[in-house]
């Protein structure tokens, strides 16, 4: 039986293996090959990482952990969970089942896309959805924000001082006069057509097309869709939920659950409006969620 088993490979994830390993804790993770960044080429605002491929990120951390013998990686995901604390029980992808006293949960969240036809084979290459990790890329450039008016003109304040302008597209109905109001306030122009389609322009661009016509901008940031659990485990082993659609968790990522942690963008306290998309921030819950792990393996 494994002290600890890992589930998910993504920062949080990573680090959580590599602070268990560190304190020889014999560790599983369990990497199914899916990430929310699967699709981007660079990630941004990680300090020593800035502009470095997530691909590339991962690499590099799978080398470092090669080297603790207490840390096995296994290319499968996870299925179910079962057992208690002191004894889960995972059946895995390819049918086998593995044990641990310990589970942490980082398989992260999907992105559910509004239903703009384009969007989807645009998302994380030219199409975004936080400022901080790609607005800066798009300095002195024009770009869209298309979605509802609320997170629409927050993009627009965040994204006014890096853009050379920036324009709110509606979608489905237009904007009401109050909501145009609003963003005009932020400093964004406002469509009154809805985005109908988005596309690749010639160059590293983006075609916003609406009834009214078409425009190029540097890059289309989302100011709609929701997050959803990648995983089933959340419902699976009955956790404690957010508002949010996050799992809560306290300060060292315990769940409700005794012996279950999470860590990354599935999970955040409750006296966070919402979890941090964020590689500093999931990789600094990864090596918390161990802490709590090792706290309480310790605790016997």
Do not use: K, N, Y
């Given at each position: 039986m494994h002290d600890a088993i890992v589930i998910g490979a993504g920062?949080?994830?990573l680090q959580a293996a590599l602070t268990l390993g560190r304190m020889h804790r014999s560790t599983l993770v369990l990497d199914s090959g899916e990430y929310r960044n699967g699709t981007v080429q660079h990630m941004h605002n990680v300090v020593a990482n800035d502009g470095t491929p997530p691909a590339d990120f991962r690499a590099v951390a799978r080398e470092q952990l090669a080297e603790y013998p207490d840390v096995e990686f296994r290319a499968l995901a996870a299925e179910e969970i079962t057992g208690a604390e002191g004894a889960f029980t995972v059946r895995l992808s390819d049918g086998t089942t593995v044990e641990a006293a310990r589970v942490i949960l980082a398989t992260g969240v999907a992105d559910d896309l509004p239903a703009v036809p384009g969007l989807e084979e645009l998302w994380g290459l030219r199409a975004f959805g936080c400022p901080f990790c790609d607005g800066h890329e798009h300095a002195g450039r024009p770009i869209a924000v298309i979605g509802a008016a609320p997170r629409a003109e927050h993009l627009a304040g965040l994204l006014g001082r890096i853009a050379s302008s920036v324009t709110a597209y509606p979608i489905g109905e237009p904007y009401s006069e109050d909501e145009r109001r609003m963003l005009e306030r932020s400093g964004a122009q406002v469509s009154a057509a809805p985005v109908r389609a988005v596309s690749p322009a010639d160059d590293d661009g983006v075609v916003v097309a609406t009834d009214d016509g078409d425009t190029t901008?540097?890059?289309?940031?989302?100011?709609?869709?929701?997050?959803?659990?990648?995983?089933?485990?959340?419902?699976?082993?009955?956790?404690?939920?957010?508002?949010?659609?996050?799992?809560?968790?306290?300060?060292?990522?315990?769940?409700?659950?005794?012996?279950?942690?999470?860590?990354?963008?599935?999970?955040?306290?409750?006296?966070?409006?919402?979890?941090?998309?964020?590689?500093i921030a999931a990789a600094a819950a990864g090596q918390l969620a161990a802490v709590g792990v090792i706290q309480s393996l310790m605790a016997g």
């Open positions: 920062p949080a994830g901008v540097a890059g289309v940031f989302v100011a709609s869709g929701a997050l959803r659990q990648r995983a089933p485990f959340a419902a699976q082993l009955g956790l404690r939920m957010l508002a949010s659609g996050a799992i809560e968790v306290d300060d060292m990522g315990r769940t409700s659950v005794p012996g279950v942690s999470a860590a990354g963008d599935l999970a955040h306290r409750a006296s966070l409006p919402g979890p941090m998309a964020s590689v």
